[in-house]
């Protein structure tokens, strides 16, 4: 039997409405600027808290992604279908393919780390400096 882990859809819709407000927050801190600094640091920590749990998020379901692609030799499998036609094979192969090797695990690695390093220099310099 596959083990295949699944978020359960309330966990799915959380991950999403936090990358939501994270980006919106970031975006909204400009205005901020104009108004009152402690609502940008406010702002800005709920921004880069939810980045580092949206990025934490995706990059689980990419890792996901690789492993059942090699452990299931997916991409032979496509190449190997017999009831799909030479496009769909095609079509198949790109996809899974190119999310086996995606860049992106990399990306949600880096965004997540540099937002755990952003969040401990502001707690540090905001509340023990």
């Not at 689980?60 to 496509?78: D, F, G, H, T």
Request: overall charge positive; cysteine-free.
């Amino acid at each position: 039997m596959l083990d295949i882990h699944r978020d359960p859809k309330p966990l799915k819709l959380m991950y999403f409405w936090i990358g939501i407000l994270a980006t919106f927050g970031y975006r909204l801190i400009i205005v901020l600027n104009f108004y009152d600094p402690l609502w940008v640091k406010i702002v800005w920590y709920i921004g880069t808290i939810g980045f580092i749990i949206y990025f934490w998020s995706r990059y689980r379901i990419v890792r996901n992604y690789s492993k059942l692609i090699r452990e299931q030799e997916l991409v032979k499998a496509v190449r190997k279908a017999s009831n799909i036609t030479t496009s769909e094979k095609e079509a198949l192969s790109y996809i899974i393919g190119t999310l086996s090797v995606t860049k992106a695990q990399v990306n949600y690695v880096i965004i997540f780390i540099l937002s755990a390093l952003a969040l401990l220099a502001g707690f540090i310099l905001d509340f023990l400096v």
